[in-house]
């Protein structure tokens, strides 16, 4: 039962074969297991593929299924459709174009499967791909943030710097009002006089106005730190908005990506390996020599040539032999007509002048 399903599978006539050594049913059994395997392969690699893609089993087993059918199909045509010839050149001209195409459908089986062989050493190129990504992003962020800022910074640190000035200033004249109690400085007379009560005025007068400077700056302070704060909010808002989408950087060309940066030897005899599996029937059909089988087929297509020839052969005489009677009845035909109008004439002739007599 198995046997016969993989003869099915090499796409090869199963009632020629049925009457082939079992040797020859054997060697195209393992061709068409060669082609079942491999279609079971490229279902496995599509359904890995379309998984990363979709991150859904269902859909990615349903799709696999249809594309396993089809690279079935594929090679079961490709088998199927080439033929011993009686030279070797004939067979390789023959085959080429498949060959194409198995390297084609080599690549696209191998391809998935590589995936999930180096799966770890991929996950690890884009982990670090995805710290980079971050970076990135938060510079990239930080660009639209970082002026506005700057600017409030600046602004605070204007503000502190004119109570600094004002200090400064209330200091000086509290160092001249007491400079002039001691007589050190200004009238140089000892005692508070009324010199001293007006540099100490004048100082209480600063003084205030530092009090009430600090007071409206402490309340712009905090304004503009609450801004800070805010944009400081609204800065990680958009990092974690968007760390999702970096997160999600996994998807099918990633990871082809990916295994690209990797070495490319061992992936490179992972796709020889599918490319032998996949060129294997083909390269059997063509290096064996003629069998059993490919005798018979060739003495049924010659039968079946003989046949339609002969058909045609005896259509053609027979259209040939059809003009020929059908020209020759006609010509007949013509030839009584005109001797028809002959005698038919002759009669009225005769008729006109037997009338004239009497």
Known sequence: ?????????????????DTCSNGEQNKYAGIGATVFFTAVMAFIASSYALYTVFDNPFI????????????????RYI???????????????????????????????????ELKIFEKEINQVLLEQKNDLTLANKEQ???????????????????????ITKETEVNALYDTYISEAEGTAGTKLL???????????????????????KK?????????????????????????????IIDSFDGLMARVNALNSLPWLPSFFIFLLFLAIE??????????PKSEYDFKIEDAESALNTWVERNVKERNT?????????????????????????????????????????
């Open 318 to 358: 027979i259209l040939q032999t059809d003009i020929t009677l059908n020209n020759k009845i006609y010509n007949d035909i013509a030839d009584e007509e005109e001797l028809y109008n002959y005698k038919r004439k002759s009669k009225r002739t005769h008729a006109i002048t037997s009338r004239r007599l009497f």
């Open 79 to 113: 088998v199927s459709t080439i033929k011993k010839r009686n030279q070797f050149l004939d067979e390789f001209i023959q085959a080429f174009p498949r060959l194409i195409l198995a390297v084609i459908i080599a690549i696209v089986i191998s391809k998935p499967l």
């Open 216 to 244: 409206d700056t402490k309340s712009k302070i905090a304004s503009l730190e609450t801004q800070i704060a805010n944009l400081g909010t609204n800065f990680n808002s958009k990092i974690e908005t968007t760390q999702p």
């Open 191 to 213: 005692g508070k006089g009324p010199v001293y009560q007006e540099k100490r005025d004048k100082h209480d007068a600063s003084l205030a106005e530092l009090e009430q400077l």
């Open 141 to 163: 962020i930080a660009k639209q943030f970082d002026p506005t800022i700057s600017n409030i910074k600046n602004e605070i640190t204007a503000l502190e710097q004119q109570i």
């Open 279 to 288: 060129t294997s029937p083909i390269f059997a059909k063509i290096l064996s």
């Open 1 to 17: 039962m198995l046997k016969k399903f993989f003869i099915l599978c090499s796409g090869s006539d199963s009632d020629i074969l």
């Open 60 to 75: 990615a087993i349903s799709f696999g299924l249809i594309w396993g059918l089809l690279i079935f199909n594929l090679d």
